[in-house]
T-cell receptor, first 111, second 116 residues
Framework: GDSVTQMEGPVTLSEEAFLTINCTYT??????LFWYVQYPGEGLQLLLK?????DKGSNKGFEATYRKETTSFHLEKGSVQVSDSAVYFC??????????FGTGTRLTVIP | SAVISQKPSRDICQRGTSLTIQCQVD?????MFWYRQQPGQSLTLIAT?????????ESGFVIDKFPISRPNLTFSTLTVSNMSPEDSSIYLC?????????????FGQGTRLTVV
């Protein structure tokens, strides 16, 4: 069945460090891929998405490229800020209804 | 985007009781869903809330335990019935504007339920 495997956390980085959160997926067909973020005390919100192979999603300095050959959608940011501290979820969607989520990765950025 | 209001935001309930969670969207949406996020785990879809008809439940979830209503395009409720400590989770309402695969879903802030 469809599933998402996400790098386990927690991840702690110093401000301005480089961030990578790994995400790989298993899906029948050609899914759309998403990264959601949950800031403390807030709901899940879409960070970026990619809907076909080789697409790159980007937002707020974060990027992720849809790699069909490696079934991956790793999240990267060149220089993290304290305000990026949150829980990040990788997700895929193969049909109209369901989003399949990874387990989430908690990122803490320290000054 | 769509703004989703969910209430209560948290509750502590006695085992054997039931809790109804409300979800209000600020605009008409096609799809509404309910998810559960157990401690330390990912989000799991409970069911799709269908307007004017019975919800569509995922494997492992049944209507008697999680009755869902959706009387119109902007409102839905989830009831957690006959609660036990194992039901302690965050419950999230989600909505989508259409059925296209590549469109995003919007989420409420969640209801943190503790059953004692």
């Amino acid at each position: 069945g469809d599933s998402v495997t996400q790098m386990e956390g927690p991840v702690t980085l110093s401000e301005e460090a480089f961030l990578t959160i790994n995400c790989t997926y298993t899906a029948t067909g050609y899914p759309s891929l998403f990264w959601y973020v949950q800031y403390p005390g807030e709901g899940l919100q879409l960070l970026l998405k990619a809907t076909k192979a080789d697409d790159k999603g980007s937002n707020k300095g974060f990027e992720a490229t849809y790699r069909k050959e490696t079934t991956s959608f790793h999240l990267e940011k060149g220089s993290v800020q304290v305000s990026d501290s949150a829980v990040y979820f990788c997700a895929l969607k193969t049909g109209a209804n369901n989003l399949f989520f990874g387990t989430g990765t908690r990122l803490t950025v320290i000054p | 985007s769509a703004v989703i209001s969910q209430k209560p935001s948290r509750d502590i309930c006695q085992r054997g009781t039931s809790l109804t969670i409300q979800c209000q969207v600020d605009s008409q949406v096609t799809m509404m869903f309910w998810y559960r996020q157990q401690p330390g785990q990912s989000l799991t879809l409970i069911a799709t809330a269908n307007q004017g008809s019975e919800a569509t439940y995922e494997s492992g979830f049944v209507i008697d335990k999680f009755p869902i209503s959706r009387p119109n395009l902007t409102f839905s409720t989830l009831t957690v019935s006959n609660m036990s400590p194992e039901d302690s989770s965050i419950y999230l309402c989600s909505a989508g504007r259409d059925i296209e695969m590549n469109t995003e879903a919007f989420f409420g802030q969640g209801t943190r339920l503790t059953v004692v």
